[in-house]
């Protein structure tokens, strides 16, 4: 069967080596081999062994009745989006690691796989070689999904783990990540919190079977961390990590992206470096955890390669998952409950405790600041009881105190 691979990038040129370094084991799965006909990159690479396959243009691909699996992996909107609903609407189907196209468009993408007897595959998209969608769309189709809760961005987990375990500030951090390749030149869709939303976008549609959008899930990145937050988490024996949140309770569905503060009765404190984990709560099977490398060349390369293996062995019908068009707003953030350890400056202490009671006082050994720790209460609430206080910072708390 002929395949095409759209990007040669890190996740493309991963894509062409695991199918070339298992070609025979992949073709057992199969029952016949995957062999790439087409690379498509606006690059040229003289002198390296894809330069036969490579391709200038999409059309030779498009146009192609031999081509039935297209890999696509250039990442961003455009022309990722065209050039996967063309393929899609000749009948190819499509498998992608591009997480913004498919939290997106990913439910129009599925439909017209549907109206094309092809298949739309986006393992790949969420934690990298961690499978997560196929579970969510097979395994757990008995289940009402009520909550997914993970560490879904490998490098604002390993600029955390640094400044904690080497006491290293933000800015070296972040710079020791993009020195080993852990972070891009330009971070932000990573430090700010995007690219965990765009996830969670992915999983929270899933969960609910509705679209829901990136733009409407609160989302907070890890700028504002600092090594003063990190000592305090210390004290209290906890981690601080980047949380993709969903939840749904009471007919209603919340999603949020924001560091939170974990204590060790949770097993995303375990969770260190560049490495990801999901944790899934259905409402039968209970909770569960999946685990494993959220990001690198070949790992992700490995998740989208699976998915191609599945589009071929089910040439001609559909592998369908349920995600519907129609939109889904979650609740307002403000409506949301959580711990707060707040930080404040030692003069404010007793009007922060009138404010607030008296929670958990955590001394970290900064004689200018007052750090507590509340009780549950709302978003809200936390802004209206905050508002004369001159706060430092706020990390939301998963965990009970005593």
């Known amino acids: 069967m002929k395949v095409a691979i759209l990007g040669y990038g890190t996740v493309g040129s991963g894509v062409y080596e695991v199918l070339k370094m298992n070609a025979d ?49 250039m990442g961003g909107e455009h022309p990722a989006y065209e050039f996967s609903k063309a393929a899609l609407e000749a009948g190819k189907s499509v498998c992608t690691s591009n997480k913004e ?29 961690i499978p997560i969608i196929r579970p969510l769309n097979n395994a757990l189709t008995a289940d009402e999904i009520l909550e997914i809760r993970g560490i879904v961005n490998g490098t604002t987990n390993y600029i955390l783990t640094r400044m904690r375990d ?82 749904r309770e009471a007919g209603k569905t919340y999603a949020m992206v924001a560091p ?52 071929a062995k089910h040439k001609g019908v559909t592998v369908d998952t349920i995600w519907d068009e129609k939109k889904l707003k979650p609740e307002p953030k403000d409506t949301m409950r959580f711990r707060f350890f707040i930080r404040v400056p030692a003069e404010e202490a007793d009007k922060a405790n009138k404010a607030f009671g008296i929670g958990e006082v955590v001394d970290a050994g900064i004689p200018s600041e007052y750090g507590f720790v509340t009780d549950y209460i709302r978003e809200a609430d936390f802004e209206e009881l905050s508002k004369d206080l001159h706060v430092i910072n706020r990390i939301r708390c998963d965990f009970k105190y005593k």
Request: proline content about 2%.
């Open 25 to 73: 084991y992949i073709a057992q799965g199969v029952g016949e081999h995957l062999e790439i006909k087409y690379v498509l990159d606006l690059r040229d690479f003289p002198g390296q062994d894809v330069e036969k396959v490579l391709t200038h243009d999409f059309n030779d691909i498009l146009n192609d009745p031999e081509v039935r699996v297209v890999a696509e992996v």
């Open 260 to 311: 939170v503060m974990i204590r060790s009765n949770s097993q995303l404190y375990f969770i260190n470096g560049v490495f990801n984990a999901i944790m899934v709560k259905g409402n039968a099977v209970g909770d569960l955890m999946f685990y494993g490398s959220g990001a690198g060349k070949l790992p992700t390369a490995s998740a989208v390669v699976a998915d191609m293996i599945q589009a």
């Open 101 to 129: 196209l498919v939290s997106k468009h990913g439910a129009e993408l599925l439909r017209i796989a549907r109206e094309h007897k092809c298949s739309y595959f986006f393992e790949a998209s969420v934690g990298g070689g």
């Open 166 to 247: 080497v006491g290293m500030d933000f800015d070296e951090a972040l710079a020791e990540a993009q020195a080993n390749g852990y972070a891009e030149r330009n971070p932000a869709a990573d430090i700010e919190g995007l690219d965990a939303a765009r996830k969670t976008s992915i999983l929270a549609s899933l969960a609910n079977r509705a679209q829901i959008d990136c733009e409407d899930i609160y989302t907070e990145g890890i700028t504002k961390i600092t090594a003063a937050d990190i000592a305090y988490a210390k004290k209290l024996k906890a981690n601080i990590k980047l949380l993709s949140l969903t939840k």
